[in-house]
């Protein structure tokens, strides 16, 4: 690769600790694998205040976090599927970032669940990456059941998700590559 692409990831939990944050972490690996630079925003250690908050419009967490999305080339979503869409997290994460950060940029889409399947979240999450000017492609991956969903090296037990996800992966790095030209 010529120039080296920045790879964003936004995770739906203040934990990275968590699911969505292990999920994040796989990803950007592979991402990295491929060539890429790759960071993820911690809302653990720099929470974004609600958008609209008292004092949010000069909260140093909301300049440095459009920064970075504004120096990323794409965006990997990781959301917890919370009452059948994403979590107030990954929402409030989104309503910060405008076209101006994001337009033209890829974005790839990754959902946790407590129990069965669903492409909530995930839909949901591509209209906020549409309404900010994203390109989001069309591979996408929700995990269910996710109490259960990893070994205890912290890798996904089902290889067909793994391959999925590993796609998503690939189809985020070419397709920013693509765009680029
Ligand atoms: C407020 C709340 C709502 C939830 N709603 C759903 C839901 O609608 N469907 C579902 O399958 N799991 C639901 N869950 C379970 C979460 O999706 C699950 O705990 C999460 O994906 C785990 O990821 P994490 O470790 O990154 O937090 C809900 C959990 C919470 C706390």
Redesign the pocket.
């Known amino acids: 690769m010529d120039d080296e692409i920045l790879v964003m990831g936004i995770c ?2 203040y ?1 990275l600790d ?4 292990r999920m994040l972490e796989i990803m950007l690996e592979q991402c990295s694998n491929l060539g890429a630079a790759t960071i993820v925003w911690d809302h653990g250690s720099k929470p974004l205040p609600l958008v609209g908050a008292d004092g949010c419009w000069d909260d140093p967490n909301v300049k440095e976090f459009q920064e970075l999305a504004t120096k990323a080339d794409a965006f990997i979503l990781s959301s ?5 869409t994403m979590s107030g997290v990954m929402k409030n994460s989104l309503d910060w970032l405008y076209s101006k950060h994001t337009s033209g940029k890829v974005f790839g889409l990754v959902s ?5 399947p ?1 492409n909530n979240t995930l839909n949901h999450m591509r209209i906020a990456a549409r309404w900010i000017h994203g390109w989001v492609i069309p591979e996408q991956a929700a995990i ?1 059941h ?1 109490k259960n969903a990893f070994d205890e090296n912290g890798n996904l037990k089902d290889a067909s998700l793994n391959e999925r996800v590993s796609s998503i992966s690939t189809s985020l790095v070419e397709s920013t590559i693509k765009l680029r030209r």
């Open positions: 739906g939990t934990d968590s699911a969505n944050g917890p599927e919370y009452h059948g946790t669940l407590g129990g069965q669903s269910p996710i």
